[in-house]
């Protein structure tokens, strides 16, 4: 149940972040499921969790729709949160 409700929260999030593109870009539903997972990446060191793709999207430079790339790498920041205190 709690996979169906979370899918679609990824989705509907998503979709929302292509709606509001600044430009046309090839295969950009692809780049921000790209930029999403980038942005929930951790290392574990022990205890300590670190938020190592979304360091790694706050260095890229895309030319182009810039702020939605940032809002999925965020988007994915905010689900690893999630998930880390829903355990």
Known sequence: ???L????????GLVLLHKSRDQDEDFLVL????????GSFTLRLGGLVLPLGFI??????????????????IFGLVMMILG???R
């Open 1 to 3: 149940m709690y996979f």
């Open 5 to 12: 409700f979370w899918t679609f929260v990824l989705i509907a």
């Open 31 to 38: 780049k921000l499921v790209g930029y999403y997972f980038l």
């Open 56 to 73: 790694i999207t706050l260095l890229m430079r895309p030319p182009a729709n810039r702020s939605i790339k940032r809002g999925a790498a």
């Open 84 to 86: 880390l205190l829903l």
